[in-house]
């Protein structure tokens, strides 16, 4: 499944064109197009969830959270139910909508393990997790729209989404009437959203023409866990566009016989959670060392969890 | 797919006008999404406003003063003493579940 969007909303044209001549076997489908009540209905049942702690204010925007995870959990399986490839074109920051399809699966998990959605918003976050769920972004060389796809790309990113790049369309022409000092100005903006989102693909309309994104090296960008001489492990993350979030890093455990099982990364106020492989979490998290877009967390093991003589063994 | 033609003469409207925001086919026109659709809602956040509303209903049901109610039979009035009174028993409610909370971790720039 290839999810195509755009920072603005006239953009998605543009997404849509790049993503087709990026995958021409696939079917394009909206992502509004599927019916969400029967979904929405077992969320809304699922919410009851004792152990909430925060408050908020907006019903809105809770509905329309749960709206859109269940558009989108009717989307995947809906590809996940085709041979060929599906292209869903989401109207909304694709980040955004992601999130809240895994919190609600992180919590569904900890507090409701035995409900029927649990395993069905799971089999999304695995996907998520292999890489299987793309993502292709418009955005138009203005530099509000490419801070804001700069921000994007990185919470995808940290979500897991595989990238498969992010076109600027449109670009002004000569044989528009565009002046000189626009048509370089907007050349400009791409050059600098390359070097924010180094590692990703970033291409720009050339003659009206979208170009095609090939998919991205899935292997490049996953979590690397070493070892160092004095017995710590060190996670280390590279996610582009980081640089240019409001970045926390934190460990959450949704078992409590661990320390952590999950390292938790805030980028502008979205959170993602980054699973942890049995040897962290058996260990404790000491800081993040943040240099540029990675972020290295040391990991010192808990005695309690982990004797040291049988640390190899567990290895 | 349109490209940026058709978008009258440009030079006639000035360069203050973002072409971007620009009418006809190509453009951009319109605001980003984030502006449309929002700030990342967080699901946790939405869950604690589902127990909000709750305990809200709770407080208009006038349930919420059964607190200071010793004698449910010197209590008509309350919702909840009625209810035990039908019952016959009182029944305490369960004790929440608390979930666990992230740790944040110091950030060290390098």
Redesign the interface.
Known sequence: MLLASSVTPSGSAWAVSAARASVPSAQVVELTDFDERDVVRALAAAVGVPGATRVADDLSGALSAIRRTATLMAAFEFAESKHDPTIVVVDAAVPDVVADLCSLSALLRASAPEFELTDRLQSICDAIAKGRVEWLLAVPPESAAIETATVQVAQGCALGLSMRGVLVAPMPRKADGWPTGIRRAARELVEDLQDRLFGIAVKRVRGGRVCSFSSPDLDSRSPIVTEDSGGMFLLSCTIPGARYCDLEVGVWSEEPSYPGTHLVLRLDGLTARMELDSTLRRCVAVEAVVAGDTITVPFAPDPGQWPAASKEENR | ?????G?G???DEG?ER???LSSGS?????????E??????????????????AGQWWASSGASDHAAHDDPAEHPECIVCKGLLALGSATRP?E???????????????
């Not at chain 2, 190509?26 to 984030?34: P, Q, R």
């Open positions: 797919m349109n490209d940026a033609s978008q003469d440009p030079m360069i973002p072409w971007w190509g453009d951009a026109g319109g605001k980003a999404n984030s449309d659709f929002g700030a990342s809602w967080d699901m946790t956040s939405m869950l604690g406003m589902v127990s909000s509303l369960p929440p579940e608390v979930l666990p909370t992230v740790r944040w971790l110091p950030i060290r720039r390098a």
